[in-house]
């Protein structure tokens, strides 16, 4: 077994099967959402041509929704799994915040987040999306004004409690429309299904991955991670390798991986974050470089799947820097992937999509 390129073929960071960004995110389950635009490379780079207008035409769609779940966290996640994902995440997103609320010394009633709630369900419909400064607005000039400083949670538990969720796409600022408006014909599942489906596809697009890389995943109970893998059944299979017990899917691809290939990885890439352990491509000795101890996470170069150095846009320009002094890279084969990003970027014009790298170390 070979952990790596299963991985990177499981996370279609080579031959990517899909060409659409729908696609790519139900594969995936769920990718995290973290930064607003690096977000969009995270999809678009795993299919075979990426596209920012063909990422943004399905997120305005609903095809793909923006929200916290996993972890109290931004993900990114199909339309069609919003229901029973926000069903399977929503007690334990809620308590996440509310650990928030009470870190901050703030105290909001169960009563008074549910009237919020009502309140947001029959003031935004109809108004199609809406920035959060709109959506602060609209909560000021009701009975909650008096509480300023509680209505950012309230908007954070209406939205892991399904209420509102992602509006259309903008270039900087996210915005929220109501759930009910934006998204049709969501697949509904009990909790025992959730749990089977959620590791089918953890395993199929992050394996080979430990258990406890699911747990961390998906943040829920290891009692609750254990019963979706064991539903499983045979369709896992278990390989140790160097100590530790890896799980795969049965029908993981492990043909396609070709040495020499480069990647352009973005910050909270599920790459990275999707393990609780990433010392399988990350050396002790780099985590520094690729996340600090807060879990801030920056984009980094892969190097046949290793993590060997960083990228970052300086202006017009991909600058990167390697850290790993072993790491031999191809320059032509970087500057192929910077082309690829640059002819996926929005703002990028036609005549400066060449000799856009810099490079440093």
């Known amino acids: 077994m070979n952990p790596v390129s299963i991985r990177l073929l499981g996370q279609q960071l080579i031959c990517p099967q899909f060409t659409s960004p729908h696609d790519v995110v139900a594969w ?7 930064e607003y635009k690096m977000m969009r490379w995270a999809v678009a780079m795993r299919t075979r041509k990426p596209s920012a207008r063909a990422f943004e035409k399905e997120y ?19 339309g069609d799994d919003y229901r029973w994902m926000i069903d399977l995440c929503s007690d334990k997103a809620r308590k996440g915040v509310r650990g928030w609320i009470k870190m901050n010394g703030l105290t909001i009633s169960e009563d008074e987040e549910w009237r919020f709630q009502e309140f947001l369900s029959g003031s935004m419909k109809g108004l199609g999306s809406l920035t959060r400064d709109e959506v602060l607005g609209i909560a000021m000039d009701s009975p909650f004004r008096d509480r300023p400083e509680h209505v950012k949670y309230l908007i ?10 992602s509006g259309d796409l903008t270039g900087n600022e996210r915005t929220y429309c109501l759930a009910a408006d934006k998204l049709q014909g969501q697949i509904s599942m009990n909790r025992e299904e959730s749990l089977t489906e959620l590791a089918r596809r953890y395993f199929l697009s992050h394996g080979p991955a430990t258990l406890e890389d699911f747990v961390w995943w998906t943040g829920l109970n290891i009692g609750e991670c254990r019963q979706g893998i064991e539903s499983l059944g045979d369709d896992l299979i278990q390989e140790r390798w160097k100590g530790l017990d890896f ?24 790459y990275l974050i999707g393990y609780k352990s990433r010392q399988l491509v990350l050396h002790p000795e780099h985590r520094h470089r690729a996340h600090d101890q807060k879990c801030i996470f920056w984009p980094v170069v892969l190097q046949d799947g290793e993590v060997v150095g960083n990228w970052k846009m300086t202006g017009d320009r991909i600058t990167t820097e390697i850290f790993n002094g072993s790491a031999n890279l191809d320059e032509d084969t970087l500057n ?18 060449q000799g856009t790298v810099g490079h440093n170390g």
């Open 28 to 34: 995936m389950g769920a990718m995290q959402g973290q």
């Open 156 to 165: 954070i538990l209406a939205e892991v409690s399904g209420v509102i969720c």
């Open 336 to 353: 192929k992937q910077v082309l690829r990003y640059n002819h996926f970027r929005p703002d990028t014009r036609k005549e400066t999509r």
């Open 60 to 78: 305005d769609s609903g095809k793909i929704i923006r929200t916290h779940l996993f972890r109290s966290t931004w993900h990114l996640i199909s």
């Open 247 to 270: 799980l795969l899917h049965k029908d993981c691809r492990t043909r396609g991986f070709r040495t020499g290939t480069v990647t352009l990885l973005p910050s909270y890439d599920e």
